[in-house]
């Protein structure tokens, strides 16, 4: 199983970014798609989740401008990114809870990271 995150660029504050990423295997089933993000010098946090029983979730931070969403038939997750701020500044990293058809059983599992970087 391989996470692709892609999208990622400079942006002037207040335009939008799309983020996706690809999932690539045999995925027998998902219990949650996320997106995090670490800024310089600071821990990494969780931005949104999708989840297959809850739905969608966000922080604090990015709620309302912020949108996750997913198409299966293409195996691909997208961050929606609008109105973007100079504090979103930080590396976006695509993780899931995935079931590999294989084994049957549950592991997480990380994309390498897309820098998004917004100027004011």
């Known amino acids: 199983v391989q996470l692709q995150a892609s999208g990622g660029g400079l942006a002037q504050a207040g335009v939008s970014l799309r983020l996706s990423c690809a999932v690539s295997?045999?995925?027998?089933?998902?219990?949650?798609m996320a997106w995090y993000r670490q800024a310089p010098g600071k821990e990494r946090e969780l931005v949104a989740k999708l989840t297959s029983a809850t739905g969608t979730s966000y922080s604090d931070s990015v709620t309302g401008r912020f949108t996750i969403s997913k198409d299966l038939a293409k195996k691909m997750v997208y961050l929606q990114m609008d109105s973007l701020k100079p504090e979103d500044t930080a590396v976006y990293y695509c993780s899931g809870k995935l079931m590999v058809a294989s084994t049957r059983t549950w592991s997480d599992y990380w994309g390498r990271g897309t820098l998004v970087t917004v100027s004011s």
């Open positions: 295997g045999n995925i027998f089933a998902t219990n949650y």
